[in-house]
């Protein structure tokens, strides 16, 4: 009955635990979904039901396993007090069955005493009575006597057998009762340790599945802002070439502009010329030399008004200074493009040599800067070419390198000015300032 108890308590316990943890599951599971749900717009601020922790489910495993440790130990309690009682209730048995043995045996000697006694008398009272009936009676009483002791001496040994072997079975009874006893005792801390093995490997699992989460967490975290930091190269770049375009029709609108004014300032001149050629036509009959003398200083008006014209010219405005930045980093050239931008320059980027190449028989920009390494054609072979050029011979080529050893080889390519990683952004924009200023257009 006490093994049954015992199983069917550790049966219990089992399904307590593996409840529990099926729980803990299902909330985790739910958490991790709750988690990548995504929010609608106007319920952040929602309060939302805490969710259960693997550390309460944790706790109310132990909490269990801590009762059902209780429960057991006062099962093995009551046990070992009910087997006390039974051993002693035994052994108050035994000994009164040893006092009755006792009792029968001081009989069985009081009866052989009695016997011996008549013996004695008979055999006395034989020799005192002569007549053989009444010895003859004596002996058969004698011998009943004597039949009757035997009799009880027979029943204690039986009784003293029957002791014996009562004892000796109470003896075996103990022993099977302590071995079970034991048995329950071991198997309850083996199913403890098992218990204990499975709670420790739970936890186990749950530190795992917290460190995935956070890894997961931490990954997700850092593509999100991969991808923040790609979109807003993206955009930079979008910004870089729209505003490149919008820099690309403004110096066409001011190239035709500029057209216009020359134009404008030609039949200008030629009305000028016309009139001047009328007056003097009228003024040619009044006198020949006012007439010589008046043409050769409309001549000299005309030239000097044409020289002053031809000559006038003002410093190139940073807005209009076109910089082309050629680098196979994508991150390079977004970061100088907003750095340039900030300084209202113009920027059109080039991805390769080759590309660079393109742009500049293209848009004709004022600076050109340039890594060393990229595909194809790299910064020194891309110097060697704008050198080579005689409409860009002259070009500022600033180059951004990591490497000392490259100065050599940069002054042997034709580069203006090498700067280094990391460079400082005052001696870059101090380099295009440099080469805006040495630029004049038309005033």
Do not use: C
């Not at 502009?257 to 009328?278: F, I, K, P, S, V």
């Amino acid at each position: 009955m006490n093994e049954l108890l015992i199983w069917i308590l550790a049966a219990a316990a089992v399904a307590v635990v593996l409840l529990l943890w099926g729980l803990s599951r299902r909330r985790q599971r739910q958490a991790e979904l709750d988690r990548e749900t995504v929010v609608p717009t106007g319920l952040e601020d929602e309060p939302t039901a805490p969710a259960s922790t693997p550390d309460a489910d944790l706790q109310a495993v132990r909490e269990v396993e801590d009762a059902l440790n209780q429960r057991l130990a006062e099962q093995r309690a009551e046990e070992e007090r009910i087997e006390a009682e039974r051993a002693q209730a035994e052994r108050e048995e035994a000994a009164r069955r040893a006092a009755e043995a006792e009792a029968r045996e001081a009989q069985a000697r009081r009866d052989a005493e009695a016997q011996a006694e008549a013996e004695r008398l008979a055999r006395e009272q034989a020799d005192r009575e002569a007549p053989d009936a009444e010895a003859a009676r004596a002996a058969a009483e004698a011998e009943r006597l004597a039949q009757e002791a035997a009799a009880r001496e027979a029943e204690a040994r039986r009784a003293a057998e029957a002791q014996a072997e009562a004892e000796r079975l109470a003896r075996e009874q103990a022993e099977r009762e302590a071995a079970d006893a034991e048995a329950a005792r071991a198997a309850a801390a083996a199913e403890a340790e098992r218990l204990a093995a499975e709670t420790a490997a739970r936890e186990a699992e749950a530190h795992r599945v917290a460190e995935a989460q956070a890894e997961a967490e931490r990954l997700a975290r850092e593509q999100a802002e991969r991808e923040a930091a790609e979109a807003e190269a993206a955009r930079a770049a979008a910004e870089a070439k729209r505003l490149a375009q919008e820099a690309a029709a403004r110096e066409a609108e001011a190239r035709r502009a500029a057209e216009a004014q020359a134009e404008a300032e030609r039949l200008a001149q030629e009305q000028a010329a016309r009139e001047a050629a009328e007056a003097e036509a009228r003024r040619a009959a009044e006198a020949a030399a006012a007439q010589a003398a008046a043409q050769a200083a409309a001549a000299a008006a005309a030239a000097a008004a044409a020289t002053q014209a031809a000559t006038a010219t003002r410093e190139l405005r940073a807005d209009e200074t076109l910089v082309l930045v050629a680098d196979d980093s994508k991150i390079v050239r977004v970061k100088i493009s907003r750095l340039l931008t900030g300084q209202t320059y113009r920027v059109a980027l080039a991805e390769s040599g080759e590309q660079a190449l393109e742009l500049l028989a293209a848009e004709r920009p004022h600076v050109v800067i340039t890594d060393v390494e990229m595909p194809g054609i790299d910064g020194f072979e891309l110097t060697r070419q704008v050198r080579a050029n005689p409409a860009w011979s002259d070009l500022p080529v600033l180059m951004i390198t990591s490497s000392d050893d490259k100065r050599e080889q940069a002054e042997a390519a034709g580069v203006t000015q090498l700067l280094g990683k990391p460079y400082s952004e005052e001696a870059l924009i101090a380099a295009i300032e440099r080469a805006r200023l040495a630029v004049r257009v038309p005033a």
